[in-house]
Antibody, heavy 122, light 107 residues
Framework: EVQLVQSGAEVKKPGESLKISCKGS????????IAWVRQIPGKGLEWMGI????????RYSPSFQGQVTISADKSISTAYLQWSSLKASDTAMYYC???????????????WGRGTLVTVSS | EIVLTQSPGTLSLSLGESATLSCRAS???????LAWYQQKPGQAPRLLIY???TRATAIPGRFSGSGSGTDFTLTISRLQSEDFAVYYC?????????FGPGTKVDI
């Protein structure tokens, strides 16, 4: 089955670090870009950035550049999203999605993980 | 960046009716690179349409997309109970890709 499986929900305190994961299966994981998309509770979708697991080429949305780090390990078909110092405003659902690329970081998303809920609260 | 506006914000309809959802872009979307997604409560988004009018794999024929330039439409004919959800448009013609705020289709 073609799928993306994300790590479980996290509850963290402000200032803590966090790394969440997204494991692909059923397709050639290194050959497709993976995107991360944020959804604040009750709000819309925001594109954060993409990574090509084959060579770890990474692109960020200007809104998220410097705020998060996207990485991947193609040997275990897994992409990651990490924070070095969480803020309460990082509380959201984070989805990974397979990005069908049209160049220059443009593309649509044809396969989604179920999301990882990150809650940051003191 | 391209700003997408969706209307109406909420569409209240009955089973069997048709739904017409609008997505308007602040500037022309090149090559009609526009996608539509469905999101049900507690679920991830699901791709319905890409390239403005091409249905994604396993999407029923009652979903259709149209439009070009700055105006795009998603039409859902003969609404079924499983179609009540929030629908988002997304442009990928210009970087960064952007999403609309969504239209909720409810009973």
């Amino acid at each position: 089955e073609v799928q993306l499986v994300q790590s479980g929900a996290e509850v963290k305190k402000p200032g803590e670090s966090l790394k969440i994961s997204c494991k692909g299966s059923g397709y050639d994981f290194p050959s497709y870009w993976i995107a991360w998309v944020r959804q604040i509770p009750g709000k819309g979708l925001e594109w954060m950035g993409i990574i090509y697991p084959g060579d770890s080429d990474t692109r960020y949305s200007p809104s998220f550049q410097g705020q998060v780090t996207i990485s991947a390990d193609k040997s275990i078909s897994t992409a990651y999203l990490q924070w070095s110092s969480l803020k309460a405003s990082d509380t959201a659902m984070y989805y990974c999605a397979r990005h069908r690329d049209y160049g220059d970081s443009r593309g649509y998303f044809d396969l989604w993980g179920r999301g990882t809920l990150v809650t940051v609260s003191s | 960046e391209i700003v997408l506006t969706q209307s109406p914000g909420t569409l209240s309809l009955s089973l069997g009716e048709s739904a017409t959802l609008s997505c308007r872009a602040s500037q022309s979307v090149s090559s009609s690179y526009l996608a539509w997604y469905q999101q049900k409560p507690g679920q991830a988004p699901r791709l319905l349409i890409y390239g403005a009018s091409t249905r994604a794999t396993a999407i029923p024929g009652r979903f259709s997309g149209s439009g070009s330039g700055t105006d795009f439409t998603l039409t859902i004919s003969r609404l079924q109970s499983e179609d009540f959800a929030v629908y988002y448009c997304q442009q990928y013609g210009t970087s960064p890709v952007t999403f609309g705020p969504g239209t909720k289709v409810d009973i």
